[in-house]
């Protein structure tokens, strides 16, 4: 039997705000239900398109929606992602990852199959969720039945109100059993395994920076692993899709310890997990203008970061979440918006294609002038570029996905 979860009791409230405003910020707790649960209920108007970060949170969600409503995958649901697809003409729900959605609307700016665009976990404030918002609205702008819906689970809603026409927010709680959160300050990831494991039940989920650190830190609990019967498994978007949706399903009652990257932060549900190890740290991707190039610079991450992180211990029952930091260390409330730190180069070819310039394009949050500046004359150096135009080359160079340079 499908569990009844906090967000299903706002479904009409969700509807009449589109109904009514075409437009609508939905703001949910963690575990309160929103992307398993508001999609699949918006479906009555036509195409639904959910923008979901991740790959692997797309296949998940998707996969998940499925089993909730005894759809088929493929048909009912389904998924487009880089170099996968598995959907159909009869597909009335469509997760879609970043990219993706930018495809889609440079080659179709009304997306005239779509009734409903929802952007699923606006909060990361990814360059290419920032662009799709944007764009999208335009089309929300032209036309008069297309609906928008951001979801998030910690976002401060006003700016994207204010971006939809003054649209209404609806603020859902989440179902969070108590959780219990200590500190380790200079203890490792293996040494805090080592600690919880024999005193705790359930899954143990940790989080580290990144692939390097994971490799180490499985090296160093495979004695626990040995010792305590239980399954040592990464999670990370370097792994095939085989790999990560088998570290996502159920163990066969084996308990198991995850370590994973900010991948398993929002969106995707670690079966069983009672347990969180956070290590603060994460990897962001910063221009570096000596190179021209994003780098990725690993760096303490921020409150909402850390909340929602401990917030995976306390979904099924009560949980224990412990930061490997001090308690008296504080950390920034909202993490930066990737538009204000990365490479913006693809962003602006993915603006030049789609028909506008950095100028007139309607940004969300416009990056700085001296940025747009360095990017367009990169853009011009390549070949992509000439006089405002994309040339035949970075019409070639978008199709891509890759960095222009």
Known sequence: MTPVLPVDSFIDE?????????????????????T????????????VLLLQPRRVAARAMASRIADERGWTLGREVGWHIRFDRRF?????????????????????PLLSDVTTVVVDEFHERSVQADLGLAMARQAWLARPDLRILVMS?????????????????ISVPG??????????????????VRAVVPQTAGHVLCFLPGVREIREAHAACAEVGRTQDVEVV?????????EQDAALSDAGGRRRVILATNIAETSLTVPGVSTVIDSGLHRVARYNAERAVDALVTERITQDSADQRAGRAARLGPGLAVRLWD???????????EIHRVDLSGVLLAIAEWGATAEDFDWFDRPGADRIAVA?????QLGALAGGKVTPLGSQMQALPLSPR
């Open 175 to 192: 179902s969070l059993f108590p959780l219990q959160i200590e500190y380790a300050p200079g203890q490792s990831v293996a040494d805090a």
């Open 14 to 34: 969700i509807r009449g705000a589109l109904d009514t405003h075409r437009a609508a910020v939905l703001t949910a707790a963690p575990g309160a239900g929103k």
């Open 88 to 108: 159909s003409d009869e597909t009335q729900l469509l997760v879609v990852t970043e990219g993706i959605l930018t495809a889609y609307l440079q080659r179709d």
């Open 36 to 47: 398993t649960r508001v999609p699949p209920a918006l479906i009555d108007r036509g195409r």
């Open 376 to 380: 367009v004359t990169l853009l011009e």
């Open 327 to 337: 308690a008296r260390d504080r950390l920034r409330p909202h993490r930066e918006a």
């Open 153 to 169: 689970a910690t976002l401060d809603a006003a700016p994207v109100a204010a971006f939809l026409g003054r649209a209404p927010v």
């Open 234 to 242: 990464d999670l990370h978007r370097s792994l095939t899709a085989r």
